[in-house]
């Protein structure tokens, strides 16, 4: 491994570490992609240069304040970031939008004199745009305070499916956003289960009557891994022909991260994937019209078939 490699991920080390001391060895390999044991090394070789890292219980703190050069960005990071905060940036609500505008500000301090005009200039050609709304932004900022705080939620809330307004009482595990809109993921105590729950959907929201623990089996990322989008449902493996006409759009998207594509002699391809729950990729197969042909599971296909045959009957 590249010397100049392992000191990136010292120094990146570290920060994680300021920003997440719940986090144990386990945790920090996954992030790293390295073993634990490489985890180890890493940490014994901030010891020994003289950044003492102590096991807190469940992850590891500092010892003492340790003294941190300045921040300096490559200029990949800095891309990155001006992104990422143009995306905030084009939300309507002023709480993460006015905070993306000063934290590019302060970003662009720290560049070099010499990429400092690029990224000025670049800054006004950037166009990011999403749809938001000021309401589901005050909602995110209680959100992210309540899973920081481990303060459960109160919040009276429309399912779409019941067509019902239900309170409901939610510990909260992560905001995410698929598709255009913004989700909460967290245990329900009405279901007794963690659900998904739409933002815009939510009302009167407010802090609960008690403090939860965060379980340490959880993760978003493994929650999340075979959703088509945001919602949950049986695992099934979908197996779908796209024609010649459309495949190359097919071949260039990662849709999800471990599908399937299966070169066919006349330019088709079977496209596969394991998704959890059809509903979503359902809507998704229906928007390449006549260019795509479900093949498994024989449910999804006759779904598809009735919706096809409902439609031309209009």
Known sequence: MSRFLRVARLIELISVIRHHPDWGPKKLAEYFEISEKRVYDDLSELNAANIPIVYNGKGYSFLSTASLPP???????????????????????GYYSHGARSATAKMLNLLPENIRGYFIDLDEKISVSTKGFSEINHALKFLNEAIVSRDTITTLYYSFSSDEKRERDIEPYAVVFRGNAWYLVGRCHLRGEVRTFRLNRMEDIRKGSGKFEYPYDFSITDYLEKSWGIFQGEETEVRVKFSPRIAPLIEEHQWQPQQGIEKRGDGSIIFTAVVKGTFEIRRWILGWGEDAEVLAPEGLREEIKSIASTIANR
């Open 71 to 93: 921040v300096h960005f490559t200029i990949d990071e800095a891309l990155a970031l001006l992104m990422g905060s143009k995306m905030i940036q084009s939300q309507s609500d």
